[in-house]
């Protein structure tokens, strides 16, 4: 059929032309929104979820339902070798931007932003030195003077409850709210995601009109836990995982009949057995499948034909280029991992880290550096101790194949 009219879109974070699966977080938000509106108390969100699943597309779309509230909106891509101080200015100054205040609240909100933006704590970490260092040059285009005595006390938690606090007193002023979103979330360092945690406590309990929107690997409630044991109590989880079989179908059919294309029943049946119901699986099928099936409906001879193409490009592009990051060492341990799993008949769960050691007939000590790297890598997670899994659904499936 057509290439050029191909509905499909395989690529990290970009919409797909059905957004199927996701009305329930949807609809929630919308009624997080409202409340928080008119003064009633929530707590903030957190998505959870193997990479490939939607979570940025999903931070994304309720990003757009606030925008449509009227909300001011931020936001950021958390990274293990970043300060939080520096994307969250950026952040938070295109939220108060959004709102539109001129003068008064908003000119105090934006000082106490670049308060916050310019001041590191002396001495420290390497990467707040660093910080500290490049403070001078960098600019976050903000115009009036930095408040004095607000969020620039160089601790990131007393920083960090103030700026929010300030700012949800703003939104507060304007009748409207301020919603923050962070990506990859569980990449935060351990005094960040502790300020984080302080902060969003102290706004819930104000009852300000902000909000804080994080989504991260699944092991990311674990890491909140580990760092304030209210954290529990403070956010409103949501798992976000593959799509039932109705709306993978829903993903697959809806914007192909907007193109006059169909398929058979038995098409989808083979379209979800292929991408087990992972949304980036099934854009990046679908739009194989679209370019060479010959036309409509599409069968599962046309889906047959197809397979080699787009497990092709997964390799490539969604499972190679993650393999490619791990030395010789850790590919080992991956490997290994992945003949554990099958060996265990329960692949896309977690494996105990004693069964990969006794695999490589290796004792676990000797593999801690290796687990570690491929820790702070997100190649792999660990949801409880002594056990890990990948964060890439079928990982283990790409080993054995191409590894």
Known sequence: MDPIRNPYAPGAGQRPPELAGRDEQLDAFDVVLERVARGRPERSIVLTGLRGVGKTVLLNALRSSAVRAGWGTGKLEARPDQSLRRPLSSAV??????????GGAGDHALGVVRAFA?????????????????????NPGITVPAVQGRADSGD????????????????????RGIAVFVDEMQDLGPDDVS???????????????????????????AVLSASKSYSE??????????????????????PAEEEGATYSHEALEAMYEATGGYPYFIQAYGKAVWDRAPGSPITPDDVAVAAPEADAELAVGFFGSRYERATPGEREY????????????????AVPTADVAAHLDRKPQSLSPARDALLKKGLIYSGERGRIAFTVPHFGRYLRDHA
């Open 195 to 221: 300020a984080l945690c302080a902060a969003c406590h102290e706004i819930s309990q104000s009852g300000l009109p902000l909000i804080v929107v994080g989504a991260g690997l699944p092991h990311l409630p």
């Open 156 to 175: 990131i938690e007393i920083d960090l409850v103030e700026l929010l606090s300030d700012l949800g007193g703003m939104a507060s002023d304007t009748g």
């Open 118 to 138: 310019q001041r590191e704590s002396e001495g420290g970490t390497g990467r707040a030195r660093t910080a500290t260092k490049l403070r001078d040059r960098w």
């Open 334 to 349: 991956l490997r290994a991992m992945a003949e554990v799993a099958v060996g265990l008949g329960d692949e896309g769960e």
């Open 93 to 102: 100054h295109q939220a108060v931007r959004e709102l539109g205040p001129a």
């Open 233 to 254: 109590r403070l956010f409103r989880y949501s798992r976000i995982d593959r799509l039932d079989r109705s709306a993978a179908d829903a993903a697959l059919v809806v």
